[in-house]
């Protein structure tokens, strides 16, 4: 039952974030935010998901994963209920830092950090990536459906001819109801998903530290790239270079996470017969060099066609990476090396789109389709480099 919880907090949640990512940049537009201030509010909310990740790593344990889990729901609903209702900018910045307002589209902040350390609770080490991988699968099926809720307030607009500040009301209100829906079920969660073992906060053990450090770091630099392509600034180059709305990227990110799900059933069938770290690297190297050429599209259809096999590819590093980084360290220290792996990726996260928004507008609009794949290349070599001989416990017993 626990799983099924687990799965479904995560789905809802992943409901509410596919949405939100797709229309924050069009809703900031449409209250007269330029460029600049999408930026604030984008990474004030990937920064708020850090400090939720931070003080998840090494409080959850001791504060109760089943509360923690639910307190992610609570206050994605409050930033939600405020951006529905009030428009002052400062209140909109609070609301996205509070709310860990995720403008990634993918939910890698504080719930995702506490249910990672549960997962391995509920399965062995052989089927602990195949577990990973149907979390996921449960994430980017919501993440779909939330792209195609996406459409919600064109649909509004065009059908009930209501306003566009009502209509985006509406929407900003579906998202705290699924935010807090997910919260109220995470309360249905059994004593079982607790710590086993409490270390003193944020202990690591000597062994451990060296390989959850340089792991976090290189995960740093991924996510660093990733930040260049947020859902909402993928969404932005779209809407900006050929002129769509909600209309066409609601389906259009629809299938991206049809795509993304398909593709973390494959990597653990990979896993299993390459290992994870061949697995994280080879399926993500192509995925960046692909995105590169987006931007040389001369049309709106050949640019999604390769966005979308782009996204067969992208996350199939997704359970693979959470998989491996739990098996390598040991039971109690599996909440502190997620939270910190998924600090560094939050943190990394913030910082991109107020570099990126600038040269979108100063450099050239595709400046991020350029950057953020770089980046994730050279982070796919050092890992590489620094992880090939260091095997979760399924590799060393082959």
Known sequence: MDRWIIFSCAGLRALAISLSSIILTL???SLDFPP???AVVISLGL???AL?????SFCADHFGRQRTVALVGLLMALGGVVLAFVHQHMMIYLAAFIGMLNGMGRDRGMGLTVEQAIIPQITDDKNRTQTFAWYNVSMDVCNAAGALLAFLPAFLRSHWFVSTPVSYQWTWGLYSLLSLAAAVLALGLSPAVEAKTTSPVGYL???SKGKVFRFAALSSLDSLGGGFLTNALISFWF???FGVDESFLAPLFFFARIANSFSHLAAAWLAKRIGLINTMVFTHLPSSLLLMTVPFMPTLWIASVLFIIRECLVEMDVPTRQSYIVAIVKEGERTVAAGIT???????????????APLMG???LSAPLFIGPALKVTYDICLYYSFRHIKPPEELKK
């Open 27 to 29: 809703y900031l537009s």
């Open 36 to 38: 600049g201030q999408i």
């Open 47 to 49: 920064a708020g998901c």
């Open 52 to 56: 939720g990740t931070l003080l998840a």
């Open 205 to 207: 053990s000597p062994e």
């Open 239 to 241: 809407f900006k270079r």
């Open 342 to 356: 998924n600090l560094t990726r939050s943190t990394a996260w913030a910082v991109s789109p107020m570099i990126a």
């Open 362 to 364: 100063s450099l050239t």
